[in-house]
């Protein structure tokens, strides 16, 4: 996680395909994330964001390819080993918040602590007070706004100090307003040294990563011409991106 890793990989796939039965979801993905990058991906739906993104966290597996993670080869950790690695190296926001209903604020941030056996108030606070919100530890998830609850979400992905975080679609669900605050808080983890990988639809959030890397029918393309077309037609029908967005799995 610090600036001097620079040079380290922290995320890399080897011609990576995903097969559902008969639909290529992805095909020869290589990709190469630089400890301390911010990355964005963009592509339009069903591009395979979602499939990659699922892969890339180690919730699925590849049919074919490499993926390493901070120079460990996924394929040679087994479920548990897997489940490990997340809670070490991984930080998860989806566009869908997750969070317990029952459960406050701080709660939430430290069932995740729970997940890596180790609970520490403090830290969980400290995580809840780096994304604004300390004033509302105690709150339920219901007597919060979405903006609010995303932010708890980023709190529940930091709390174990994980150097690469992973977000799809992480402002599908809101207004702008909110978007630009989540972007804040992923600008302020970049600068702190973490690697950011956002899935995004939105043609301006992308462009405050360092980088966008673009998916077309399960492939990386370089020219985006016919993405950004997507991109800037979804952009301007709100209720087309949510539609089309809700429609992906998280
Ligand atoms: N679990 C699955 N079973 C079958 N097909 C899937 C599954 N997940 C994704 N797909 C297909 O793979 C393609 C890529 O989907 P996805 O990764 O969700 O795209 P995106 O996130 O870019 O919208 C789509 O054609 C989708 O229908
Ligand atoms: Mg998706």
């Not at 049919?63 to 998860?92: K, P």
């Not at 997750?98 to 701080?106: D, R, S």
Request: charge should be negative.
């Amino acid at each position: 996680m610090k600036k001097d890793m620079a040079n380290a990989i922290a995320v890399e796939t080897r011609q990576v395909g995903k097969k559902f039965g008969s639909v290529t979801a992805l095909d020869g993905i290589d990709i190469r994330v630089g400890s301390g990058e911010f990355v964005a991906l963009m592509g339009a739906s069903g591009s395979g964001k979602t499939t990659l993104m699922n892969i890339l966290t180690c919730l699925d597996t590849a049919s074919s390819g490499e993926v390493w993670l901070d120079g460990v080869n996924a394929a040679t950790l087994d479920e548990e080993g897997r489940r490990e690695f997340r809670a070490r190296h991984i930080g998860l926001v989806f566009q869908q918040f997750h969070l317990i209903p029952y459960l406050n604020a701080l709660e939430n941030v430290m069932l995740a602590q729970h997940y890596h056996s180790v609970v520490d108030q403090p830290s969980a606070r400290a995580a809840l007070e780096l994304v604004g919100m300390e004033h509302r530890l105690e709150h339920l998830p219901s007597q919060l706004s979405g903006g609010e609850q995303q932010r708890v979400c980023i709190a529940r992905a930091l709390v174990n100090r994980p150097p690469i975080i992973f977000a799809d679609e992480p402002t599908g669900n809101l207004d702008e307003e909110n978007e630009n605050r989540v972007l804040d808080i992923f600008e302020k983890l970049h600068a702190q040294g973490h690697t950011i990988v956002m899935v995004t639809h939105n043609p301006v959030l992308g462009h405050r990563a360092e980088r966008i890397v673009y998916l077309q029918h399960g492939r990386i393309v370089d020219a985006p011409e016919a993405i950004s077309a997507t991109a800037r037609q979804t952009n301007g029908s709100r209720a087309f991106a949510m539609a089309a967005s809700e429609s992906a799995r998280p």
